[in-house]
Structure formats: C-alpha cells, structure tokens
C-alpha cells in the first residue's frame, strides 16, 4: 500500500495488532496543527454509540476493501495532501453538491427488507449531497426520534465536526455505491434483524 495516499470513505482496513476490522469514516482529527490521518469505526457495526478511533496511515496493516471513488474523490484527496502539506487543517473544503454519478434504483425494494452495509453512499429525499451510512438504529438527541441509519456526507465523511444525518429506508431515493458485504456484515445484519423482531436495543457484540 502507498502509505502517500488518502484511503476513501468507506474503506474497511485492519490496524497494526489487532484483530477486528476498521472503516474509515472521516479525515483529519485533531487540532489545526497536531492531527492524525482518520477517523474509524468499527466494521461491521459502525459508529455504535459513538465509538470511534483517530489513526495515522501507518496504523494501517491490510486493506480488506476499497471505498467509493467519484469523479469528485481527486478534488478532496488534493484538499486532504494540501493540508498535511502546509500543517494547517482548518483551510475550507468547497463541496460540490451535485453529483453525476449513476443511481441504482432497481433494487430499492429489496433494501426495504435488508439492512445497508455501512460504508454504503446513498442519495436521500431532499439531500443534494450523496451521505454514506456508518450507523444502524440511532436516536436523535434533541427529539430522541429513533431512526434506522445515520450517515455523514460523502466525499468528506466527519470533518471539522460536522454533523450526521439520520434517515429511515423509506428515505432513500438510491445507491451510488454498495459498502462492503463480507461474512462479518451478514452475521451482524442478522443480528440486527433478531433485534427488531425482538424489539430490543442491539449491542455490540
């Protein structure tokens, strides 16, 4: 792996030592001179109650899976070298809110009944700005409405403290991109389903 290079949102990597897999979910963590590469998550559970890590590049022992990459991925990955380059990570990030990329709608009927993979980027109802899924069943803090996915916007990810969006299936208009699907996802899909049924909270597991 060139350890020079950015990873994608949604890329699924084990760290140096360990024995779980890990998605990156986001860039820069830190203050504006004294940051670290990433933020991940735990893979396949996501951000559950807000369990997240900061790591550098060298952390990284194996790649498992590639996240998505647009035709805007060069822009954020030259934002994100710009950066580190002059020490300086509070320069702004001009998005680009219109993505060309083709939607899969075919299958949203199917999705109905299953649960996304984090590390998916869907397009919502409403939302210009694709968002990538790195969270199952959270409930908002200020209305404590219970939603079944909540997400950060893609290319960017957690950055400079940026907020998640909380959605339902319902509110998903279609696929960009399909996250990572291994023997770990199905186990915990599964699990997730065993909680609904049940109506139980799921934990981590």
Partial sequence: MNQKQFLPLGTVIELK?????AMIIGFLPGTKTDYMDYFVCPYPEGEYEDELYCINRTNIEKIFHMGYKNHEWP????????????????????????????????????YKNQHLPIGTVVKLKGYKQPIMINRFEVQSETSHKQYEYAGYPYPVGLIKNNSC????????????YLGYESEENIKWQEYLDETERNKTKPKKR
């Fill in 17 to 21: 030592g360990g024995k779980h897999k």
């Fill in 75 to 110: 822009k954020l990955e030259n934002y994100l070298n710009n950066c580190t380059k002059e020490k300086n990570t509070e320069k702004e990030y001009e998005e680009v809110p219109i993505i060309n990329d083709s939607i899969n709608t075919s299958n949203l009927d199917v």
């Fill in 165 to 176: 969006v909380m959605f339902n299936t319902k509110d998903i208009n279609g696929v960009y």
